[in-house]
């Protein structure tokens, strides 16, 4: 353990401190402009990272996450609209403290909450993730095919308008995922001539299409330009901080952190879940309930730690068993892959020289973005007036530069491209792009377990099958796929029941 | 378009996907065939289940304001589409630097053209000076070329 801290420590260097800074200012700012989420900052920044050593260029990519999850909250609470999804339930007492006049105050919860948050989310993917990827090496074939249907029970979760139309995207992403050389014979599948296509779809290009230039087009039609409230920006006061209020609501900050660390381990669960179920719990355990929803400083720091505790919780799954959380995780994902690592036991100990700088650098970013926040609130407030069209613009020409630097290719550029046109119809049809992304990052492991199994029962399906059903880890697996998928069409089922 | 035609369409074009791809995988040996053939069998009958389904649920009724707003939206939609295919198209040909000049101010327009004029180049010039300092002369990261800049 202290010979892996001691590896850590490289993310001390000056270059990565500065990477984690840059990242940190980067994140809140793309955080805070609505429409922009953390899933698109991360896709559209990944191009950033191509000129860095894999260590550094994780770090930075850690800072954009935690400080965009952060920089969500202050469009939540400054204009009602949350920056990020997982801001959503700020908007409760983040907005009506604004509206009472106490929106600097509403800025400094959010931000020594949120780091709270983060650090109990840091200090379990530090943890767990070395001990879950330890567990992950009693995996063979058919159970890394199993944890790869896990992952894609998540649509389950994901898909709140349609389970339908939410299989029917992971079926198209595990399909795309089938595009090029097989993995036993080399054959070419899907490629129509095209020798681009021989090494697969190229997952960067595809994400930013199916996220970035996705969200990009849902923008350009939205009837919107520049979502303010000037008033709010301009009475906005940012009170002097005292020391008491770090620790305002120690128990707050504790319980709802430890809630949004576990929710965000369970695949499926966001930032969203966590700040609604914390904010509950705190309300229900608050000595005055009758307060919150009606501009409740404890409303604020409940959401906060528990949405920024999901980010260090979303990675453990990805990071040690290749599935990933949530849609950034999904993004980091390929960001890792990008820098030639795979998820698992070897990423904790072939390459932890990256790993746990990466670890590190994420604990880390919990500081830079509580002295960042802490001191330029009032300036970060500001780029929620950011133009829409130039912003958009921009977005346009990051997505570009990310797909064709992955690997210096034009044709990558237009996957992108395809991706995104596709992505934006099948969303305005109610199809989860996320679903999608799953399927895709799925795929290859999904197939390449299934397969080896089938190849070490020379090929016969009921022998296969029969191994599924009776090696003890696979039962487990499969008793908990099944779990994944029921318990979400059960409290839904009773929600509506409820309703009835 | 009310959502019901939607997904009328999405469930036959991807359908017609799902099924050309199951055609197209009974051509494959063995191996390589089992995972597209069972994946896109199983897209092409939750598209027909789709379909089916449009025939039987109770929509909820669109309102009077995204019917107005119809066709600014698929103007919008289609310049912007057309604008990124075009610069995608050009970069290579032209060269990064002026297409990505000329994709801003024309973009940036098109979103919002209730600007002042002089601020579309200004801003335009302002991130290829960022893309250049970050991308090419820090990062080293490769950008496309073409006959000029």
Sequence with gaps: MLANLMLGMEAFTPYNLLLLMGGT??????????????????????????????????????????????????????LNTPGTPASAATTLDGF????????????????????????VGALALMFMAPVIANLSLAFGPHEN??????GLTIIVSLSNGSLLKGF????????????????????????????????????????????????????????????????????????????????????????CSIIGAFIGIVPGAGGNIAGYIAYNETKRASRTPEEFGKGCREGVAATESANNAVCGGSLIPMLTLGIPGNSVAAV???????????????????????????????????????????????????????????????I????????????????????????????????????DISAIVLGLMLGPLAEAGFIQAYSLNHY?????????????LCVILIAVCILSVASPLISSRKKAKARA | MSMRIKERISALVLGAVFTFSFLYSLAFPDIPSIMPKYFSLGGALLCAALFIRTFFLQYGGESAEAKGVEKRTIVLLAGAIAALTVYIVLITVVGYYV?????????????????????????????????????????????PKGILL
């Design chain 1, 396 to 431: 346009g020409v990051l997505c570009v530069v990310g797909s064709f630097a992955a690997s210096n290719n034009i044709f990558d550029v237009y996957v992108m491209l395809a991706f995104g046109v596709a992505g934006y119809f099948l969303k305005i049809c109610g199809f």
């Design chain 1, 460 to 472: 016969n399906l009921g022998n296969t099958l029969t191994d599924f059903l009776t090696r003890p």
């Design chain 1, 96 to 119: 009506p403290m604004t509206r009472n006049g106490r929106g600097g105050e509403a800025l400094t919860e959010a931000c020594i909450a949120s780091f709270w948050g983060g650090i």
């Design chain 1, 168 to 255: 029917i995207s992971g079926l198209l992403g595990l399909l795309i995922a089938t595009v090029g050389m097989d993995i036993t014979t080399a054959f070419p599948r899907f490629t129509f001539g095209i020798t681009a296509l021989f090494g697969g779809i190229a997952t960067i290009p595809a994400i930013v299409g199916l996220y970035s230039l996705t969200q990009l087009l849902s923008s350009v039609t939205e009837k919107t330009g520049v979502v303010t409230n000037e008033d709010n920006l301009k009475n906005l006061t940012i009170p002097k901080l005292k020391l008491k209020d770090l620790v305002r609501y120690p128990m707050v900050y504790l319980k």
């Design chain 1, 145 to 150: 095919a199993l944890m790869a249907v896990f």
């Design chain 1, 25 to 78: 200012v980067l994140g809140i700012v793309f955080g805070a402009l609505p429409g922009v989420s953390s899933t698109m900052g991360v896709a559209v920044l990944i191009p950033l990272t191509y000129g860095m050593n894999p260590a550094s260029g994780l770090i930075l990519l850690a800072a954009i996450y935690c400080g965009s999850t952060y920089g969500g909250s202050i469009s939540a609470t400054l």
């Design chain 1, 332 to 394: 980091l994902m390929g960001g890792l892959m990008i820098h030639g690592l795979n998820p698992g036991y070897s990423l904790f100990t072939r390459s932890a020289h990256i790993t746990y700088p990466f670890l590190m650098g994420f604990f880390l970013a919990q500081f830079a973005f509580l002295i960042l926040g802490l001191l330029g609130a009032k300036q970060f407030s500001k780029v929620v007036k950011t133009p829409k069209g130039f912003l958009l613009a921009g």
């Design chain 2, 99 to 143: 297409t990505t000049f000329a994709f801003i101010v024309v973009m940036a327009r098109m979103i919002d053209p209730n600007r002042k004029l002089w601020q579309y180049p200004v801003v335009s010039l302002g991130v290829l000076v960022l893309i250049y300092l970050i991308f090419s002369m820090f990062l080293s990261v490769p950008l």
